[in-house]
Each structure stands twice: as structure tokens, then as C-alpha cells.
């Protein structure tokens, strides 16, 4: 009943859907990772106006379906500011956005964990204040928040999935696509499954090799 042999002309596409998927990953990660710094910056700030204003941006996001993000900015960005955006931009932007507010609270807590006795000693030494946070807080966030920013990696490269619904030819769009042509659905989504589980399982493992190298001072 099973026919895997059928897929063998689509492997090509395969890699190329694949290679699309790991590139929305990589830019919203890096993307998510800089905006959660400095909302998690923002958010622990005297500053109270910015300060609510991150909370809420950070609500907003947290609080609405990834899905919706992804459709406000690929299909109303052309409406509000008649700029075409195309489905990358809007993937990255869209991913980027979200994650940024989950990454700004395990940066935050990570921040908070590092003991205040740091930030005085730099204090009386005269440390400009950026060179403290880059040089001294930001590795040690790092450290603290790592496995959290790990997981939330995880989680970009599973929700990549959904830039399928606007056309971009990932790899669950491959699997659609093999699906109608073939009427083999079984054999193109297990394949699917199968590739997303062994980026999920490599960035994993990655992540713990990270985690263990970051430690060793422990």
C-alpha cells in the first residue's frame, strides 16, 4: 500500500524547500534575538512610559495566534503602506516579531538572575554602562536563559511551517504539493515529518553542546 518511490523525482525539491526553511529559521531567530534584548531591556528600564509600552507590545504578541500575525503583515502591509512585501520579508518580520517577545522574557529573567552585587561593583569602578551590559550581563543572560532560547529556536523552525499558507515553497508546501500530484499523501507527509524531526532533533543536540560548553565553569 505504501510506495516511497514516487517521491524519488522530488527529491531535488526537496532540498530546496528544506534550505527555505532553515533560512526563515536562521533571520527570525536573529531577528527575534536582538528585539528580545532590548525589549527585555526596555521592560526593566526606569523608563515607565517604555516600559508599559514594551509590556504591551510583548501582550499583543504573546496573545494573538502566530497565524494572524503572519496574514496581517503579508496581506495588509500592501493596503495600509502600498508596499509589496514579499512572502520572506513577511515570514521573518512576522516570526521575528513574535519570537522577540517570548525571547525578552527569558532574557529578562536571565538578567534578573545575575546578582546585583555585579552591577554595583561595576558602578563603583566607573564601567560605562553599555560596555557592562555587552562585556558582563549579556553572556550571562545568555547563559542563564540558554535552554529557554533553545527551545524557542525549536519552536521558529516547527512554526516555519505555516509561511505555506501564504505560497512559500517550504517543506510542508513540498508535501502539499507532492500530495496533489501524486495522490500519495502518507508517503509525502511522513517525509515532511521525518525532515522536520531531524532539524529539530540536530538543533537539539546543538543546543546541549552549547548548553554543556557554557557550563563548564559551573
Partial sequence: MLDFSVLEPYIPLLATAVWITLKFTFFSTIMGFFGGFILALITLSKNRVLSFLAKVYISVFRGTP??????LI???TPQLTS???SALEAGVLSFGLNSAAYISEALRGGILAVDKGQW??????????HRFL???ILPQAIKNALPSLVNESIMLLKDSSLVSVIGVADTLRWADLIQAKT???FEAFIV???VYYVLVMALNFLGSLLEKKVRVSD
Fill in 183 to 185: 495522490f500519495r499523501a
Fill in 192 to 194: 515532511a515529518a521525518a
Fill in 134 to 136: 555587552l562585556d558582563i
Fill in 83 to 85: 508596499y509589496t512585501i
Fill in 74 to 76: 503579508y496581506f495588509a
Fill in 120 to 129: 554595583e561593583g561595576a558602578m563603583s569602578l566607573g564601567v560605562p554602562k
Fill in 66 to 71: 502566530l497565524l494572524v500575525q503572519l496574514m
